[in-house]
C-alpha cells in the first residue's frame, strides 16, 4: 500500500463576541501572525470537544484519566460478583504497575492516561483467565482495540514509551484570518433583595472578549488510522472525524455570550504526496469593513490554486460553502460531503490492496 494517503480539512468560520479558549489570565488566546494580533484557539481546546463530540455522538472512544486502577477495578467487579473492590483494586493495580506505569498510594497514574473501553474490558478478562499475568500479553491489549479517538490524537506514555500510540492525525490552532483587537465587557450584578433605596452593584468586573472569523485546519494520516484500527472502521471514523471537527466548538464563556455558530466554508481534499495547511493565505491579513468570510474563502481558495504549483493534484478536493466556490467538486451540504469523501476514499484504499 502506498504510505502516504492523507486527508486536510479546512474550514472558515465566524465567531461572534466571545471566550472559547483562555489564557492563564482569563483573556482569549492570541497569536501573533503575520504582524497583527490574531484570535486563537488551541489544538487541545478543539480536540477535547471533538472527543466529547464523540461520546455525545455516541462513537466509541476512550477516557483520558488518571484513575484508570479505578475503571480495571470496577470492570473486574462488574465481570466477576465474588470480587470485593479492595480484591478488585489490589489485582488493577498490579496490571498497571507490571506494564511500568506507576500508581501512587490513591491508586492514581503519575499522568492522565487514553485508555479505550476496548482495552479495559479485555485487560479485566484477561487477570480473570489467568492466575499469572504475561507483561507482553498485556501490553499487546493496550497496544489494540483502540477506539477513535485514541487512534486518531494517540497517546504518551512517559513510564513506559512502549505503550505509546502515534496519532494519525494533526489539529493546528485556529487563528483568525484577520487582526483582532481586544474588548472588554464592564459588567455589574443586582442584589435582587437588597434594600430599598440602595442603588449599588453586589458585584462588577469585566471579561476581555474578542470577534473573529478563524481559519481552521486538521489533517488525517489514512494509513497510520488504518494502522491504528482497520480500514472499515477508518474510514468510517474519518467521516464522523470531519462531521464533528466542523460542527464542535469550544464552551468557554458559552452560557455568556452564547456563541455556538457553524462553519461558512469547509473544503476536504485528499492527497497523495504531504498534507498542506493553507494558514498562508492569510499571513497577510485580510482587511475589511464589510464583512471578514467571504474575502477568507476567496483568499484560502486562491492558496489552494497556488500551492498546486508545488505539489501533486488531490485525487480529490470537495468544498461546502456559503459562497461561490472555485476548486474542486461542490456540495450540496454537509452529507453529501460525507459521503463523497467517503465514496472516494474507500476507492482508494481498495485500489491499493489490490494492487499490494
Known sequence: MNNNLYIDINIIQTVPSSNLNR???GAPKTALYGGVTRARVSSQSWKHVVRHTFKDDHVISSSRTK??????????????DSLDEEAALTKAKEVFKLVGIKVDKNNETGALLLISRGQLEKIAQYVLDNEELDKKE??????GDQSLDLALFGRMVADNPELNVDAASQVAHAISTHEIIPEYDYFTALDDEQDEGNSGAAMLGT???????????????????IHNLNKEDAITGISEFIKDFALSMPTGKQNTFANKTIPSYVMVTIRQDTPVNLVSAFEKPVVSNNGYVEKSVKQLENEYNQTLEFVDQPLLTVALSKYDTEVGKTAANLSDLLEQVTTELTKVVEDENTND
Not at 498485556?138 to 497496544?143: A, C, E, G, M, S
Not at 471579561?207 to 488510522?225: D, G, H, M, P
Open 23 to 25: 489564557d492563564d489570565t
Open 138 to 143: 498485556i501490553k499487546q491489549v493496550l497496544k
Open 67 to 80: 484513575k484508570a486502577v479505578q475503571l480495571l477495578g470496577d470492570e473486574l467487579c462488574k465481570r466477576d
Open 207 to 225: 471579561i476581555e472578549f474578542n470577534s473573529a472569523t478563524l481559519y481552521r485546519y486538521a489533517n488525517v494520516n489514512v494509513n497510520e488510522l
